[in-house]
């Protein structure tokens, strides 16, 4: 879309004082949106580069569809023991 940059200026000097903060408004809600964009992206392509990060969420993969999953109350129950078991260690 070719659209000429110095035609918009003109456009934006001819408007009204409020309509210039909407624009600018606007503005800042598109650069902000790429910018999301992008580091969402960013995010994406190094949590691909993570080995370790990869092989969990297989692992989790594989254990839902063997159906190898924590309820609530259980895996509430295996935390809370998970702890005890690191504090008492920690009281050596």
Known sequence: MG?????????IDQITEQDV???????????????KEMINQLDVEALTKDKNLVDQVQKSREDR???????KESGLEYLRSMVKEFEREQNL
Do not use: H
Request: aromatic share 12%; charged share 30%; no cysteine.
């Open 3 to 11: 659209i000429n940059r110095e035609q918009l200026k003109r456009m």
């Open 21 to 35: 903060v909407e624009v600018f408004d606007f503005v800042g809600y598109l650069n902000m949106k790429r910018e």
């Open 65 to 71: 569809k063997n159906n190898l999953m924590y309820s």
